[in-house]
């Protein structure tokens, strides 16, 4: 399994900007779509974007369309979240994960999850 480690989170006002990064590590590189999910206390874990590996197709949450951009970086094995116009409801554990089988937009179809980085948005 390929190491995840995000980074990037942290407090930001209402309308601000955070990038996220989802750095992985490892021998092998395989070809894998790479998720992002949050989950804030005492909600489940939700669905916020995905792209898979061979065409970059994107996919986004509703809550969370316009205004956050998923990519990757093939050649520096990395993930990206691009978030901005942030709103309080937003504000959560932010983690990526590599995508094992069926759905790319459930949390069950993914893998080798980082450990989470934290974001705040104030009102």
């Known amino acids: 399994q390929v190491q995840l480690v995000e980074s990037g989170g942290g407090l930001v006002q209402a309308g601000g900007s955070l990038r996220l990064s989802c750095a992985a590590s490892?021998?092998?590189?395989?070809?894998?779509?790479m998720g992002w999910f949050r989950q804030a206390p005492g909600k489940e874990r939700e669905f916020v974007a995905a792209?898979?590996?061979?065409?970059?197709?994107?996919y986004y949450a509703d809550s969370v369309k316009g205004r956050f951009t998923i990519s990757r970086d093939k050649v520096k094995n990395t993930a990206y979240l691009q978030m901005n116009s942030l709103k309080p409801e937003d504000t959560a554990v932010y983690y990526c994960?590599?995508?094992?089988?069926?759905?790319?937009?459930?949390?069950?179809?993914?893998?080798?999850w980082g450990q989470g980085t934290q974001v705040t948005v104030s009102s």
């Open positions: 994960a590599a995508h094992i089988r069926g759905s790319v937009t459930a949390a069950q179809g993914f893998g080798s």
């Open positions: 792209i898979t590996w061979s065409m970059s197709i994107t």
């Open positions: 490892g021998r092998t590189f395989s070809r894998y779509a």
